[in-house]
């Protein structure tokens, strides 16, 4: 498989039966502390919504949407939800959820275009939460103190999964760099953004990558973002575009950077009309979640995922997200994992 990665003399640090436990463990550990620090309620979440209202995260603007009928409906269409960016803003305003406070939810989704490799499966689990935020809180300051909450749970979680079983060794730099994708693509402009966040968080361990979806001065973005989640459009107090961005850590196991999360401040009125003519998609603004935010009847927001198995993997120091997690994967990949000692689930 040429998208598989096999690090050299890889041995599970934990046994099959352990290795169960300890992702309860880290699921329990982390959305406990998670949840005290944004100050989150937990809350039930939808795995389909109804196609044709805007509800759904469009990621970036490609993937297709498991769907299917529903019968007692008139064969009204349903999709497996991407992720429940704009869901979440409309609980918040049903919960009448007030500013300092938000949701926390287990989303799960299926992309079956994803490209499958040791990061990405065709299953996807993310804690996905919501927090309302005051207008004055639409800064880049804030979003690294939101940011820099989320990492301390990170940072505990490590600990404590280490304590509990010693041949695990932290390996998590204690502080974050926070970067521009606009600095970082002038720091290596003949680089790819892959290559550009590899060289980074090998440099630095732990990196935020500000600004992702709006154009560079290159006239490329650092990636792609929907038009209708994240402010990527704004200008912030640093000069630059964007009050969103990724969260990356490096991974000594597969020497390489890994995305843990995305997050962001959310579009307010003027940056949803903005982004949705720069996407060509004005259309767009007559959708039940668009015109609920275009009305007023929806809270300003500050949300994102972080990935369940992607973070149980790198705690656990795994080498494929196929160690935490099942789902199915082709029979090439499988038989070859299975002769360098990565079982599968």
């Given amino acids: 498989m040429s998208r598989l990665q096999i690090p050299e003399e890889y041995r599970p640090v934990l046994d099959l039966k352990q290795t169960e436990l300890a992702i309860k463990k880290i699921k329990d550990f982390f959305l406990d502390s998670l949840s005290t620090e944004l100050r989150l309620r937990r809350v039930t979440a939808p795995l389909f919504v109804l196609q044709g209202l805007g509800m759904n995260d469009d990621l970036s603007g490609t993937e297709r949407a498991v769907t299917f009928p529903v019968r007692d409906m008139d064969e009204a269409k349903a999709e497996v939800v991407h992720s429940l960016a704009k869901w979440k803003r409309v609980t918040l305003a049903d919960y009448r959820i007030a500013p300092g406070y938000g949701i926390v939810t287990d989303m799960n989704a299926i992309r079956a275009d994803e490209e499958l490799d040791n990061l990405h499966s065709l299953y996807v689990d993310q804690w996905d939460w919501e927090r309302v935020i005051r207008n004055e809180e639409r800064t880049i300051l804030f979003l690294k103190r939101i940011v820099g909450k989320i990492y301390s749970a990170i940072l505990r979680t490590e600990f404590?999964?280490?304590?509990?079983?010693?041949?695990?060794?932290?390996?998590?730099?204690?502080?974050?760099?926070?970067?521009?994708?606009?600095?970082?693509?002038?720091?290596?402009?003949?680089?790819?953004?892959?290559?550009?966040?590899?060289?980074?968080?090998?440099?630095?361990?732990?990196?935020?990558?500000?600004?992702?979806?709006?154009?560079?001065?290159?006239?490329?973005?650092?990636?792609?973002?929907?038009?209708?989640?994240?402010?990527?459009?704004?200008?912030?107090?640093?000069?630059?575009?964007?009050?969103?961005?990724?969260?990356?850590?490096?991974?000594?196991?597969?020497?390489?950077?890994?995305?843990?999360?995305?997050?962001?401040?959310?579009?307010?009125?003027?940056?949803?009309?903005?982004?949705?003519?720069?996407?060509?998609?004005?259309?767009?603004?007559?959708?039940?979640?668009?015109?609920?935010?275009?009305?007023?009847?929806?809270?300003?927001?500050?949300?994102?995922?972080?990935?369940?198995?992607?973070?149980?993997?790198?705690?656990?120091?795994?080498?494929?997200?196929?160690?935490?997690?099942?789902?199915?994967?082709?029979?090439?990949?499988?038989?070859?994992?299975?002769?360098?000692?990565?079982?599968?689930?």
Wanted: aromatic letters at 8%; charged letters at 25%.
């Fill in 160 to 345: 404590h999964i280490c304590e509990t079983y010693p041949g695990l060794e932290p390996f998590l730099p204690e502080e974050i760099h926070y970067i521009h994708a606009e600095e970082l693509r002038r720091m290596y402009p003949c680089l790819t953004p892959k290559q550009r966040e590899d060289t980074i968080c090998r440099q630095y361990g732990a990196v935020f990558i500000f600004g992702i979806g709006g154009e560079l001065e290159d006239g490329m973005p650092h990636d792609q973002r929907a038009a209708d989640y994240d402010d990527w459009s704004s200008e912030n107090e640093d000069g630059f575009k964007g009050l969103n961005g990724d969260l990356l850590i490096w991974y000594p196991v597969l020497e390489r950077s890994i995305e843990l999360s995305s997050m962001g401040i959310r579009v307010d009125e003027e940056a949803l009309l903005r982004q949705l003519k720069i996407k060509g998609k004005e259309g767009n603004a007559q959708l039940y979640f668009h015109s609920r935010l275009l009305e007023g009847s929806l809270p300003l927001s500050i949300g994102g995922g972080i990935g369940q198995s992607r973070l149980c993997m790198i705690l656990l120091h795994k080498a494929h997200i196929g160690e935490v997690q099942s789902s199915i994967w082709p029979d090439a990949m499988r038989k070859e994992c299975s002769g360098y000692g990565i079982h599968l689930i």
